[in-house]
């Protein structure tokens, strides 16, 4: 798990956009684990890879968009003093 955190984070501290030859610099748990890592990130959508890079995937964004969006609505809907429900 904590192998499978710090790729997510590489990728998030280099502005979602880390070259994949740069991983060798990435601190490693086993290679072994690293590997397995990366492949359960990309193969459950949270990571993709494109020219050479690896970033966040797509569908990953429009789900943190969406998901912010909503917090916000939520967050206003309170600060106005109207009783919320969560669905």
Known sequence: ???CLEILQTIIDNEN???AEEWRSVPKS???M????????RENGLVQKR???YML????MWVL???SDRWR??????????KISIK
């Open 73 to 82: 609505e939520l967050a206003n809907s309170v600060e106005r003093g109207e």
């Open 51 to 53: 020219d050479g890079h």
């Open 57 to 60: 995937s797509t569908d990953l």
């Open 65 to 67: 968009e969406k998901i």
């Open 1 to 3: 798990m904590g192998q």
């Open 34 to 41: 690293y590997t397995k890592c990366l492949s359960i990130l």
């Open 30 to 32: 086993s290679v072994g």
């Open 17 to 19: 956009y880390f070259p």
